[in-house]
């Protein structure tokens, strides 16, 4: 007779090492949550070391598990090999990878500004963090896991842009973040890159026993106004944008053992954005 809590063990992380780019933003910080409470010791990466380590510091004491906070930039390759170094000395082994930071720019008029007139300084400064980031940060992170053998699961976040493209009809009156928006084709460049970058390494680091998958989120709820939450919503089957907490079942489903025959997949959560 099969125990009634086998099935329940494969989503248990207790013992595994993660490590979370983008880990104090809106997403990142459910992201570390999930992680902790299933039992993995989070590095909470960010850029801002003071905000990440009060973050990883009120895990730590909510969920019992040891995290780390550690500011990093994940467009710099000597930033990004002291930071897996730091995390490898303090907690052990990294298993599990969230590859999720990404950047509007330091410019915001820059980074919506139309195409005809985009400068291609925030082209670069977007691609380094969505593109070159994940490329460093996996490079540093699966070296390591391909080395020790114990195998790892990567997940990159990719967003519905990276497979859809955006429908520009719903912009018009849509604010965020004080100002009108749009969706450039930086981000939808950058994110379908990613997608393509999961899949390249899943097979490359296969034989390694490192899983790579994407996770794919849509519109999530965060403070547009109500113009954009309508136009957006109506596209959607389920008729809503997304909170936040509806993310992380599938992150952790992709970070456990669950998911162990799973990889170079795009686990697209959008409410059935792109089922029609
Ligand atoms: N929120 C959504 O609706 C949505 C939808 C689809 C995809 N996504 C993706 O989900 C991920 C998380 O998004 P979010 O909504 O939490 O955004 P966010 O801006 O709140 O978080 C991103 C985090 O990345 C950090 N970051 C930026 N540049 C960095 C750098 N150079 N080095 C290290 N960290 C850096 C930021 O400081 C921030 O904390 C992103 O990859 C985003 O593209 C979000």
């Avoid at 590095?43 to 380590?53: G, I």
Wanted: net charge negative; charged share 20%; proline share 3%.
């Amino acid at each position: 007779m099969s125990s009634p809590s086998q099935y329940r063990q494969l989503f248990d992380l207790t013992g595994r090492t993660a490590i979370v780019t983008g880990g104090s933003g809106i997403l990142g910080r459910h992201f570390c949550r999930a992680l902790a409470e299933f039992g993995a010791a989070v590095a909470v990466v960010d850029l801002e070391e003071a905000q990440a380590s009060e973050f990883a510091a009120e895990l730590s004491a909510e969920c019992g598990v040891s995290c780390l906070g550690i500011g990093c930039d994940v467009s710099d390759p000597a930033s990004v090999n002291a930071m897996v170094e730091r995390v490898q000395a303090e907690l052990g082994e990294v298993r599990i990878l969230h590859n999720n930071a990404a950047t509007k720019s330091s410019d915001l008029n820059a980074f919506f500004e139309r195409f005809e007139h985009y400068s291609h300084e925030t082209w670069r400064e977007v691609m380094a963090v969505n593109l070159d980031g994940m490329f460093l940060v996996a490079r540093a992170v699966g070296a390591r896991m391909a080395a020790h053998g114990l195998g790892g699961s990567i997940i990159q976040t990719a967003s519905i842009y990276g497979v859809l493209a955006p429908d520009q009809r719903i912009y018009e009156g849509s604010w965020y973040l004080d100002r009108e928006i749009n969706t450039p084709a930086v981000y939808t460049t950058s994110k379908a890159a990613v997608i393509g970058l999961t899949r390249h390494l899943a097979t490359y680091w296969a034989e390694k026993g490192i899983r790579v998958n994407s996770l794919t989120p849509a519109g999530m709820e965060s403070g547009q106004n109500t113009t954009f939450k309508e136009r957006y919503s109506a596209r959607v089957p389920l008729g809503r944008m997304g909170q936040p907490a509806e993310l992380v079942g599938a992150l952790v489903f992709l970070a456990s053992d669950a998911s162990s025959y799973m990889t170079g997949q795009n686990l697209i959560v959008d409410g059935g954005l792109s089922a029609w």
